[in-house]
Nanobody
Framework: QVQLVESGGGSVQAGGSLRLSCAASGRTSSSGTIHWFRQTPGKEREFVAAIYWSGGSTNYADFVEGRFTISRDNAKNTIYLQMNSLKPEDTANYLC????????????WGQGTQVTVSS
């Protein structure tokens, strides 16, 4: 089992920055991937960014437009999502999820961290 704990959310003005963290523990493996999603009430969960647990390859949603960067700190077993140039439409609950490379299923989820961007 893998435990995921998000942190770093908060309230910022448009144009501001936040860095979200997803701390992983338990049975992590090099075959895993970490994905950031976001969700607002009444809307479907939306993919934001992903990275291999072993590092390296990353992937972003089109709406990121170069504003977000996903990265990993090996020593802390933590994935970061640096979010710059935030917009009001980025307001959402941000969650991280674990998926094995070979599986279509996001098996483990964190509880989420709320990001609110005011205009």
């Amino acid at each position: 089992q893998v435990q995921l704990v998000e942190s770093g959310g908060g309230s910022v003005q448009a144009g501001g920055s936040l860095r979200l963290s997803c701390a992983a523990s338990g049975r992590t493996s090099s075959s895993g991937t970490i994905h950031w999603f976001r969700q607002t009430p009444g809307k479907e969960r939306e993919f934001v960014a992903a990275i291999y647990w072993s590092g390296g390859s990353t992937n972003y949603a089109d709406f990121v437009e170069g504003r977000f960067t996903i990265s990993r700190d090996n020593a802390k077993n933590t994935i970061y999502l640096q979010m710059n140039s935030l917009k009001p439409e980025d307001t959402a609950n941000y969650l991280c999820a674990w998926r094995e490379i070979w599986s279509p299923t996001y098996k483990y989820w964190g509880q989420g961290t709320q990001v609110t961007v005011s205009s």
